[in-house]
């Protein structure tokens, strides 16, 4: 069967009234796309402007961002380029020389490092719940976070761990994880504080969120199954669509972290094998209870979402996919659409791609980035397809891509991106 035409898939993806686009991204749920938050309000009440870079993926910057959802803090976004990704944009080094994110301006006052600003912001607007960023029930909570961060960082980026080292550092992190599960256990709600998040609960999200993937991939090791209030507390977040619209999955951490981090080293073990190659190429969810979240989305809505942000940016993605393999661009066009038919239009992967491309398809299925690019659900099914569609490659179902490297990733230049988001 040939792939259908753009035009047919397009139909798929109803277009939106003149100016709705803006609107849901100003007005509707937290999204990674929006450069404009007003919940409702004018542009005149916008006091704040939020400096946070491009990928999404910066876990200080996503501590602010989630802050200024919840409070419902009228905000401007200016995206700027991690290192890790691209060169940093001139005009962000003039104003902060150091290149730091997240950077803050409130009522014209600049401000960098996501304490500080967590604080001007408690101090302008208002703390999120019944107590203050300085409190000193929160202070305790923010150093068993930093204790829990470092006893990661030992655990996941020390090489060469014999099974005793390894051991050593997997119960000094779950005691510590353990200590997470008693502070929240002390609460009558899902929350640190009770029934609803308050800025300690957004000090614990960015890193979790990482140590939960990351320890999976590189690890095998479960954090919400080995740990119950832990895992209340993800189940929690994932109901709100101020945490939906930041949160980032599984494969994105896993690939993101190792040259932010200076490296992630694997143990080998047989259960993280089996997960970080269930990670990498599904089938997902990774695994049935799922442990990267507990949300649901239908898969229509997932899969019209997964389409629409293919749509947007089409001719970016074949060119790069195109460019990494070294396949001609109509081939590539072709594989694209078969994989798009299988998302929405038939049973996934019911299109034959184009000999010999099933390399672009998983290239581009390893480069999908949530939240930047779709929710945690869209990438999903979106990479389900690809990679099914790979496997029907009539010449090489086995194909790959370019490998993920370790040291950057510069394959993820928002370049070329920008300004069609």
Known sequence: MQPPSWDSLRQWDPPLEPGALARQRCHGPTNAQATLRLFGQSEAAVRVT???????????CQKIWLWLEERRIPYRIRKVTMFCYGQKEAWFTRLVPSGMLPALELDGRLLTESDRILAALEQTFGPLGPLGFEDPTVLQLRQLERLLFRAWCQWLCTPGLSAAEEQRC???????????DDALASTPGPFLLGEAPVTADLVFVPYLERMSASLAYYKGFVLRREHPGIHAWFAALEQRPTYRGTQSDFHTHAHDLPPQMGGCHANGMPQQRQLAAAIDAGPWPVQEPDPETTWRCTGSAAAQEALGRVLRHAPTLISRMAAATGLEIPRVDAALRAALAGLVMEPAGSSEPPAGTAAA?????DRISVPRDMGLHAARVLRQALEATARLDPSDPGGQGPALTLQHRRDQDPIGFVGSV
């Open 361 to 365: 398809l998983r290239y581009l299925r």
């Open 170 to 180: 997997r119960q000094q992190f779950q005691r510590l994880a353990a200590a997470m």
């Open 50 to 60: 939020l400096y946070r870079d491009h990928h999404a993926w910066c876990p200080y």
